[in-house]
T-cell receptor, first 113, second 113 residues
Framework: GENVEQHPSTLSVQEGDSAVIKCTYS??????FPWYKQELGKGPQLIID?????GEKKDQRIAVTLNKTAKHFSLHITETQPEDSAVYFC????????????FGKGTTLSVSS | ETGVTQTPRHLVMGMTNKKSLKCEQH?????MYWYKQSAKKPLELMFV???????ENNSVPSRFSPECPNSSHLFLHLHTLQPEDSALYLC????????????FGPGTRLTVL
């Protein structure tokens, strides 16, 4: 089955710096990779996702890159702000009935002003 | 009411109690999920329902019993739980089961005494 490894587990940056979180997956058939942000007391919220037919996707300050050969994908946040502080989860899944998202263990991002 | 809602938000129960968690999605989705989130662990998928039929059961103990009466509602019935079952229980929904964006509710924080 699929296994997703996420690094680092914690990340501290200064406001305005960039933050990068990396995930690797084991199932080469996985083709959908979402990223979720979870703030304290809330459920995870989707912030960006990418499918295996593209290598990069960007939405304002957030971007995700995918390297299918190496089986890893990364979340990039530029110009970080204190409100970016949260736990971020990556996930992977193959497009097959009955399968489910496999999540990484999460990265706690702290942005200090 | 929009998105995915869960009630109650907090629940404290003894090991001999019977209680139920409720989830409702207002997105017109056909798939619903229960996840368990414990400290320092990845999100653990418990159950998946697609069009009101259970499609995945990840070896969850029988003291957790799901029910999906229609595509908008999902319940998790709890009985004779153990202290190690204390966790945040998250409900999610997606248009279809599989490689599709999942939308999470805020979760129910469960404490078993």
């Amino acid at each position: 089955g699929e296994n997703v490894e996420q690094h680092p587990s914690t990340l501290s940056v200064q406001e305005g710096d960039s933050a990068v979180i990396k995930c690797t997956y084991s199932d080469s058939a996985s083709n959908y990779f979402p990223w979720y942000k979870q703030e304290l007391g809330k459920g995870p919220q989707l912030i960006i996702d990418i499918r295996s037919n593209v290598g990069e996707k960007k939405d304002q300050r957030i971007a995700v890159t995918l390297n299918k050969t190496a089986k890893h994908f990364s979340l990039h946040i530029t110009e970080t702000q204190p409100e970016d502080s949260a736990v971020y989860f990556c996930a992977a899944i193959r497009d097959q009935a009955g399968t489910a998202l496999i999540f990484g263990k999460g990265t706690t991002l702290s942005v200090s002003s | 009411e929009t998105g995915v809602t869960q009630t109650p938000r907090h629940l404290v129960m003894g090991m001999t109690n019977k209680k139920s968690l409720k989830c409702e999605q207002h997105l017109g989705h056909n798939a619903m999920y229960w996840y368990k989130q414990s400290a320092k662990k990845p999100l653990e998928l418990m159950f998946v329902y697609s069009l009101e039929e259970r499609v995945e059961n990840n070896s969850v103990p029988s003291r957790f019993s799901p029910e999906c009466p229609n595509s908008s509602h999902l319940f998790l019935h709890l009985h004779t739980l153990q202290p190690e079952d204390s966790a945040l229980y998250l409900c999610a929904s997606s248009q279809v089961a599989g490689a599709d964006t999942q939308y999470f509710g805020p979760g129910t924080r469960l404490t078993v005494l």
